[in-house]
């Protein structure tokens, strides 16, 4: 079967990654017509790039103001897209900031838009569930309790599982990774994590890098940070120039995970891996002070982990914003690594966080597939000024 163009819209690093998958996926399944928003993983599964990710990517509320050019000029491009190509379904990948304005624009030419991997908006502004309600005729979730929050709030919303389970895996042992780094067996390792945004490892690194000198002077730790696709090399500098040995490398993350003894990652999806591939980990995060003014009054969530949202208890520490200083890093850390009890204990509560990210129909990209699929299928199709199905613009 044939179906007529999709629009694919991804503007952050793990959102291509999964929308690539996606597209992929449906590109099995005949939807071969795929263009949009993305970056290399999208590109490498067949998808047109109108834009790249990496012209939207910010972080922060403040920092948002500095790129609103470019936003625009992304914005206006998909759109012209849009109107020429005329798809009659548009796949959008959280980012809400930018992907709920679109939704917007899109229902009024008459494309119909599905929610790939839901927005946090129960840890967040959750009073923006209403324009998710009105704008999307489904919403995929990938963490089991948002499910539950969306549907309260009226929204077409489904579990489907998270992408990553099954897909964190290394690639070598243990000992096999140390020895290609040359690292030494009987040191303690801690894997740095620091982000994918240049402006969000800004942030973290003064407080990582001394928390950093601090371990290996008092235990003689030795590092690796793994880079995420996409940062450029004088983001990155810093670690180099600390003179503490630290090795960057870059698309060996789970390798890396997998043979650290502690792991110190940024609040994001890594979160995620660092839990699939059972690592014990700190978690850490900081913005701009006034960033983190504006946001602090807006947050819900008990926790900032996702790992300890999905538990429903504090499993992993989290050190954010004022909390995240060098000496409180040295302090979670040696208490994980001076404990073997201790990570063991984490690791088990981490294959318990594993096992709830499991969907009920299996492998959740092909159950994303699926229900695209049907959609595409679906004889109906929605006007600029129709209702959706549950009734409202």
């Not at 243990?174 to 945004?197: I, M, T, Y």
Request: aromatic share 6%; glycine share 8%.
């Amino acid at each position: 079967m044939t179906f007529p163009p999709l629009l694919i819209s991804a503007g952050e690093a793990s959102g291509d990654l999964h929308a690539g998958r996606l597209a992929a996926a449906l590109r099995e399944r005949g939807a071969t017509a795929q263009f949009g928003l993305g970056g290399e993983h999208m590109r490498a599964s067949g998808v047109e790039l109108i834009a790249e990710s990496r012209e939207v990517s910010v972080l922060g509320i403040t920092e948002i103001l500095h790129r609103l050019p470019d936003l625009r000029r992304v914005f206006r491009r998909l759109l012209d897209a849009v109107d020429a190509r005329k798809p009659a379904l548009a796949i959008l990948v959280d980012f809400p900031g930018f992907h709920l304005r679109l939704a917007r624009h899109l229902r009024r030419r008459g494309v119909r838009n599905v929610y790939f991997i839901a927005p946090q908006f129960w840890a967040w502004r959750p009073w923006r569930v209403r324009v998710v309600r009105r704008r999307f005729e489904r919403t995929l979730c990938i963490f089991p309790f948002e499910t539950e929050f969306y549907r309260e709030n009226g929204v077409n919303a489904e579990f489907i599982g998270h992408p990553l389970v099954g897909r964190v895996k290394p690639s070598c042992t243990r000992a096999e990774f140390l020895s290609r780094l040359r690292l030494d067996p009987g040191r303690p390792l801690v894997a740095l994590l620091p982000g994918s945004r240049a402006g969000e490892i800004a942030h973290n690194f003064p407080p990582l890098l001394d928390g950093c000198r601090e371990l290996a002077a008092s235990r003689g730790t030795q590092f690796v940070l793994a880079a995420a696709p996409g940062v450029p090399d004088e983001a990155l500098a810093p670690a180099l120039e600390a003179n503490l040995g630290i090795q960057v490398i870059s698309g060996v993350t789970y390798d890396a995970l997998s043979a650290a003894d502690v792991a110190v990652v940024s609040s994001g999806t890594a979160t995620v891996e660092a839990a699939l591939c059972g690592v014990p980990t700190v978690v850490v995060y900081r913005v701009s002070p006034l960033t983190a003014a504006i946001a602090r009054p807006l947050i819900r969530a008990p926790y900032f982990a996702m790992v300890n949202l999905i538990a429903g208890r504090r499993v992993v520490p989290e050190l954010i914003q004022d909390d995240f200083t060098g000496p409180g890093l040295a302090r979670e850390v040696g208490r994980l690594l001076d404990s073997p009890p201790a990570r063991e204990t984490m690791r088990q509560e981490l294959a318990t966080v594993e096992s709830r990210l499991h969907g009920p129909y299996g492998d959740a990209i092909s159950r994303a597939a699926e229900v695209i699929c049907e959609m595409l299928s679906c004889k109906a199709t929605l006007r600029p000024d129709s209702p959706s199905k549950l009734g409202v613009n």
